[in-house]
């Protein structure tokens, strides 16, 4: 039996599937109600109020902006009134090949319309345009360890994780009890600067993702927004910060968003899929690592100048 939610998810498969540029951004738009908000990871902070604002301010402009732009589409959670839908954005670049980044997409709904929106997009690939992506492993992956059904052990698990992310102490301490609940064949996807890294076992995932994070970034916490469960995955909306300090003794504390899905095997963290502002990040964070001066966002919310280490 069809229910409002069920119907909209229906249309959304085939507007992602089958629409592309401004038909893609119109069609998207028409299953928005008229209280309803949008924001988008695009480097900066924003958040648009209504049909029109969402269209003429984000949709549009972004479909316009990358020729021929169009959805692949991945896995498509649905819980209660709540849509994630994962996807790969292709964009046409002249007579080379095809561009390509990874969207997560976030929608809460009421009575079959969307009353909130969140449009996850990898921000340093989308404005690069200079790679490709082959998502269908990752999609595979976490589709094979992923359940409808959400358990006593999952939930368990999700309130764990829920509350170290605002246990006191360093990141260290906050994230190692995380660490902990891995599987041995915990396996991590993750935006980053350079591409999706893909980490393949817990051995992999602590060496290379949780070990490097603590000393670069020591009081690294994750203000968490909103929680959302999706049978026995955990999404949590956030907004990550910490100091961080270059070779020169300077230092600064930032601010970005991230979507992180943690995939639960009983209470125990089976796949990890972090996806992030990875612009407003990279701008903000990593450019202190070059000797670069503050980057110049006057508009931004959260970016703190630079100061000397003795300040």
């Given at each position: 039996?069809?229910?409002?939610?069920?119907?909209?998810?229906?249309?959304?498969?085939?507007?992602?599937?089958?629409t592309?540029?401004?038909?893609?951004?119109?069609?998207?738009?028409?299953?928005?109600?008229?209280?309803?908000?949008?924001?988008?990871?695009?480097?900066s902070?924003?958040r648009?109020?209504?049909?029109?604002?969402?269209?003429?301010?984000?949709l549009?402009?972004?479909?316009?902006?990358h020729?021929?732009y169009?959805?692949?589409?991945?896995p498509?959670?649905?819980?209660?009134?709540?849509?994630?839908?994962?996807?790969?954005?292709?964009?046409?670049?002249g007579?080379?090949?095809?561009?390509?980044?990874?969207?997560?997409?976030?929608?809460?709904?009421?009575?079959g319309?969307?009353?909130?929106a969140?449009?996850?997009?990898?921000?340093?690939a989308?404005?690069?345009?200079?790679?490709?992506?082959?998502?269908?492993?990752?999609?595979?992956a976490i589709?094979a360890?992923?359940?409808?059904?959400?358990?006593?052990?999952?939930?368990?698990?999700?309130?764990?994780?829920?509350?170290?992310?605002?246990?006191?102490?360093?990141?260290?301490e906050?994230?190692?009890?995380?660490?902990?609940?891995?599987?041995?064949?915990?396996?991590?996807?993750?935006?980053?600067?350079?591409?999706?890294?893909h980490?393949a076992?817990r051995?992999?995932?602590d060496?290379?993702?949780?070990?490097?994070?603590?000393?670069?970034?020591?009081?690294?916490?994750?203000?968490?927004?909103?929680?959302?469960?999706?049978?026995?995955?955990?999404?949590?909306?956030?907004?990550?910060?910490g100091?961080?300090?270059?070779?020169?003794?300077?230092?600064?504390?930032?601010?970005?968003?991230?979507?992180?899905?943690?995939?639960?095997?009983?209470?125990?963290?089976?796949?990890?899929?972090?996806a992030?502002?990875?612009?407003?990040?990279?701008?903000?964070?990593?450019?202190?690592?070059?000797g670069?001066?503050?980057?110049?966002?006057?508009g931004?919310?959260?970016?703190?100048p630079?100061?000397?280490?003795?300040?």
């Amino acid at each position: 039996m069809s229910s409002p939610t069920s119907d909209l998810v229906s249309r959304l498969r085939a507007i992602y599937s089958e629409t592309n540029g401004e038909t893609f951004a119109t069609s998207l738009v028409a299953l928005f109600a008229e209280e309803s908000w949008a924001t988008a990871f695009d480097g900066s902070d924003n958040r648009w109020y209504g049909p029109r604002k969402i269209l003429e301010q984000w949709l549009l402009p972004e479909t316009e902006t990358h020729r021929d732009y169009r959805r692949d589409l991945g896995p498509v959670w649905v819980s209660g009134t709540n849509v994630l839908i994962f996807s790969k954005v292709s964009c046409s670049v002249g007579s080379g090949p095809d561009a390509e980044w990874l969207a997560l997409d976030v929608f809460q709904t009421s009575d079959g319309r969307i009353v909130s929106a969140r449009f996850g997009n990898d921000t340093i690939a989308r404005q690069s345009l200079d790679r490709q992506i082959d998502a269908t492993g990752m999609w595979a992956a976490i589709e094979a360890s992923w359940s409808p059904v959400t358990t006593a052990a999952n939930r368990v698990g999700m309130k764990f994780v829920t509350d170290q992310k605002s246990a006191p102490g360093t990141a260290e301490e906050r994230y190692r009890p995380i660490m902990e609940r891995q599987t041995d064949d915990c396996q991590m996807w993750s935006w980053e600067v350079d591409g999706l890294l893909h980490l393949a076992d817990r051995e992999a995932v602590d060496r290379d993702f949780w070990e490097p994070l603590f000393p670069l970034i020591p009081d690294f916490v994750e203000a968490v927004e909103q929680p959302l469960i999706f049978g026995n995955a955990l999404l949590l909306v956030q907004n990550p910060a910490g100091t961080f300090t270059n070779a020169h003794g300077q230092h600064t504390f930032s601010a970005w968003y991230n979507l992180d899905i943690y995939v639960f095997e009983g209470d125990r963290v089976n796949r990890l899929f972090f996806a992030r502002d990875t612009f407003k990040d990279e701008t903000q964070m990593l450019a202190a690592f070059d000797g670069a001066p503050p980057p110049d966002l006057p508009g931004s919310i959260h970016l703190a100048p630079f100061a000397s280490a003795d300040e």
